[in-house]
């Protein structure tokens, strides 16, 4: 586990053999602008609450800097029992299984698992994961896990590259529904059949869906 003395050696070295000066990466939690400055320079802004440190644009102090963040968000879950069994999952998994298995996907699709980089990354995992035979009470409980890592990093959540004040779970939970309406809908006509499996209809809404941007209402789906 890395702390605060390991991680500040691991940035005296890239200082060191890169030249790489104390710069961090904020973004504005009223705005969710992104912008790098000197540590000295942010730490105003930090201490005083409208920014957040968010993952440095040096790919070498992103990787340091990420396994510190997800280091503290594992200890902050497991003190609130996160390793237990869930009964929202019939007891067969954990929120630290969930959170793996999501950290797995992210891996394998080229995303962060934390923080949460978009609500459209996490409605593309729910549908997933629905399509390859995940319950659909189960996906719905999927989201509120991951949304409960990503509180700890106190990080916005985004939406379409856009800041905004729901929940992660709440926005991500309402489109995934929206995207299994508008697949069942558009699978019911070319079926006639209302009896459809979900998921057939998972799959329809990836095919329909693939970034997992989902809109509001069916005249804007694309034909």
Known sequence: ???????????EKLRKERGIFPY?????????EISTCRREDAKRDIDFGSVIETVPADPDHAKIWLAKLHSDVMEQMRAK????????????????DVF??????????????????????????LIERH??????????????????????TKHPVLDGGKLTRTS????????FSRALSFARNRLSAEERSIHLAGQAVAA???????D????????????
């Open 1 to 11: 586990m890395l702390n605060d003395d390991d991680i500040d050696v691991e940035f």
């Open 24 to 32: 961090v990466t904020v973004i504005d939690l009223k705005t969710g």
């Open 81 to 96: 029992g996160a390793w237990q069994p869930s009964e929202y999952l019939g007891r067969e998994m954990s929120d630290i």
């Open 100 to 125: 793996d298995d999501w950290s797995a996907w992210c891996g394998t699709n080229g995303f962060r698992s934390l923080p949460v980089e978009d609500v459209n990354v996490l409605v593309r995992y």
């Open 131 to 152: 399509r390859d035979g995940v319950q659909e009470s189960y996906v719905r409980r999927y989201a509120t896990i991951v949304s409960r890592f990503h509180e700890c």
């Open 168 to 175: 992660l779970s709440r926005k991500a939970e309402d489109a």
């Open 204 to 210: 329809r809404a990836l095919e329909m869906f693939p």
């Open 212 to 223: 997992g941007d989902i809109p509001r209402h069916s005249h804007e789906i694309a034909a």
